[in-house]
T-cell receptor
Framework: AQSVTQLGSHVSVSEGALVLLRCNYS??????LFWYVQYPNQGLQLLLK??????LVKGINGFEAEFKKSETSFHLTKPSAHMSDAAEYFC??????????????FGQGTILTVHP | DTGVSQDPRHKITKRGQNVTFRCDPI?????LYWYRQTLGQGPEFLTY????????KSRLLSDRFSAERPKGSFSTLEIQRTEQGDSAMYLC?????????????????FGSGTQLSVL
């Protein structure tokens, strides 16, 4: 079965510092991987996705993630954190079976705090 | 495009009562998903519809849960005889799917959720 593990439930960075949120996946088939962001009182929003094309995926708001098969990782990075990046971030993998690409298995989430 | 709407935003109920949530998807979207998110966890898939047909249900969806999408537009999720373990955020998402759209391009748009507290 497909699963993802997010390392670190809380990450704190200074404004302007590198953001690194870690995600490792387990999949019996080539995975489709996603990062979502959830701002307070808002719905989950897609940041980026990997669907077996380029291994370095660029998303919205300056985020990017690199798919590394050898490490079974899909870490999310941003070179310079902004205060507005403070939110909860979820890594997800398309669940096995069926025809839907909307059936996802999510990680536990990482809360990103950005301090001045 | 007014986004995915969920109603109510918050629901407090007593154990044993029935509750119903509503989700209004983005108007042209033909797929609708329900997820459940408990505190400190990521969302978990419950079920999804394509138009009015319920195509898949998770084992998390016990017999006390029923979801409908009668006209292929809005959807309701009912929980009968609520238990304290049902306390969670219930999320709805919609997407546009079609043969002319590559499957990998299916994109979910989430609502803000309904927070259920069972006392």
């Amino acid at each position: 079965a497909q699963s993802v593990t997010q390392l670190g439930s809380h990450v704190s960075v200074s404004e302007g510092a590198l953001v690194l949120l870690r995600c490792n996946y387990s999949s019996s088939v080539p995975p489709y991987l996603f990062w979502y962001v959830q701002y307070p009182n808002q719905g989950l929003q897609l940041l980026l996705k990997y669907t077996s094309a380029a291994t370095l995926v660029k998303g919205i708001n300056g985020f990017e993630a690199e798919f590394k098969k050898s490490e079974t990782s899909f870490h999310l990075t941003k070179p310079s954190a902004h205060m507005s990046d403070a939110a909860e971030y979820f890594c997800a993998v398309r669940a096995a079976g069926g025809t839907s690409y909307g059936k996802l298995t999510f990680g536990q989430g990482t809360i990103l705090t950005v301090h001045p | 495009d007014t986004g995915v709407s969920q109603d109510p935003r918050h629901k407090i109920t007593k154990r044993g009562q029935n509750v119903t949530f509503r989700c209004d998807p983005i108007s042209e979207h033909n797929r609708l998903y329900w997820y459940r998110q408990t505190l400190g966890q990521g969302p978990e898939f419950l079920t999804y519809f394509q138009n009015e047909a319920q195509l898949e249900k998770s084992r998390l969806l016990s017999d006390r849960f029923s979801a409908e999408r009668p006209k292929g537009s809005f959807s309701t999720l009912e929980i009968q005889r609520t238990e304290q373990g049902d306390s969670a955020m219930y999320l709805c998402a919609s997407s546009l799917w079609g043969l002319q759209i590559p499957a990998t391009n299916e994109k979910l748009f989430f609502g803000s959720g309904t927070q259920l507290s069972v006392l």
